[in-house]
């Protein structure tokens, strides 16, 4: 009999756009695309760790402009694995960046990163998918907490 395995994720998130278009990433060779960034490391702070994310990824450093969602995801990549993840979405601009496709590393894998029209987000295997709507629908004003279970969102407390 196995054992479920459960695992935390603490991760912060970088939101680019540019003219109507949205930067999105994925492993080579992996069958989804999410937004750049990653793990929060323990004290560590959610913008030092998007800042530091985007250096050893990419070379570019970036602007933070606006914390947009911080997530409570819920979710299974496979029967027998279980992840909790808490995630904070924050609005960026890349410096001195023009919007063309390019290549980074997290370690040894390779990253695929590509500016997508946000409109045609829906061709994507976008994760989490609630982007694909939010992204297409005006930036929230004010920092929205969504918890996101089984697919199902509600906006939190």
Known sequence: ???KRKHFKFRTVGVAMMKDHV???????STFWSLPGGHIDLQEDSQTALQREFIEETGHTIN????????ENFYKPSPEKKIH?????????????EMENFNGF???KLLCFKWVPILSLPKYHLE???LIEALQNPLPRHIQHLVIQKNIITCGA
């Not at 933070?64 to 997530?71: D, S």
């Not at 993840?85 to 960046?97: C, G, Q, S, V």
């Open 1 to 3: 009999m196995s054992k």
């Open 106 to 108: 997290e370690k040894d």
């Open 128 to 130: 989490p998918n609630f």
């Open 23 to 29: 930067l999105i990433h994925q492993y080579n060779g």
């Open 85 to 97: 993840e808490i995630a904070f979405y924050y609005l960026i601009e890349l410096k001195n960046h």
């Open 64 to 71: 933070i402009l606006r914390l947009l969602w911080i997530t």
